[in-house]
């Protein structure tokens, strides 16, 4: 039976990009069911895929999986081929731990810098706490790029499960400006150049929905003014 991955809206949703990009990357054959979110009927069709009413959400056969992190670990042991976390088990343990930082921590960063594909990228000045957490995070791209991506652009060498939970953050440090070391955009490049990230960009800017809240121009949203 084919997996299926329940997601919301590509421009927004940073948690659903991150197994999506990761089944993509290596080659994971799934099929998508896209539910927008704060829909009238959203949060009832979500709870009908998992009793968490989020996304995403791993379909596959009678099980249910749900949490970012917890898809790309039962894809690592479902398909191990596809070596989502390294096969060295200290830079295994050290892609673990980044992740779970990852998943667990920067939340002013998350708070300031929604995830938004349609923001026209600029320089959007931050505060303190949000550039604490731009510097924590150059700090582990470069350490695990100078320890063990030598095979490769990613954190890993080859693009894997941390580069997937820190695929959003990408696209936050891009479309909000911020300012990072050469180093730090040279992964980004790497990361915004595959055909994944390209397909995942595409469908976000052709959704019709709007987030308010996700939307730091409002009234303006793809820089232009929203219609009253």
């Not at 299926?4 to 197994?19: C, E, M, Q």
Request: glycine letters at 6%; aromatic letters at 10%.
């Amino acid at each position: 039976m084919a997996l299926t991955l329940v997601i919301g809206n590509k421009n927004y949703s940073s948690w659903s990009l991150r197994p999506w990009i990761a089944m993509k990357v290596a080659g994971i054959a799934f099929e998508e069911v896209l539910v927008p979110l704060y829909e009238p009927g959203s949060r009832e069709r979500i709870l009908s895929y998992s009793p968490a009413g989020k996304v995403p959400i791993l379909i596959d056969g009678e099980r249910r999986i749900w949490e970012s992190l917890a898809i790309l670990e039962y894809l690592a042991e479902t398909f191990p081929a596809a070596r989502l976390w390294p096969t060295d088990a200290g830079a295994r343990a050290h892609a673990r731990a980044v992740a779970a930082e990852m998943h667990a921590g920067f939340a002013a960063l998350r708070r300031a810098c929604a995830m938004n594909l349609w923001l026209p990228p600029r320089p959007r000045p931050q505060g303190a706490d949000v550039m604490a957490d731009v510097a924590r995070i150059e700090a582990i791209w470069r350490d695990c790029r100078a320890r063990y991506g030598c095979d490769g652009p990613f954190l890993f060498g080859a693009f894997g499960a941390a580069d997937a939970m820190y695929a959003p953050v990408v696209a936050r440090f891009h479309h909000y400006g911020l300012p990072v070391g050469t180093d730090t955009r040279a992964y980004m490049e790497a990361v915004m150049a595959l055909p994944a990230w390209r397909e995942w960009r595409e469908a976000a800017l052709r959704e019709p929905w709007i987030l308010r809240h996700n939307e730091p121009d409002w009234p303006l949203v793809r820089g232009v003014p929203v219609a009253s």
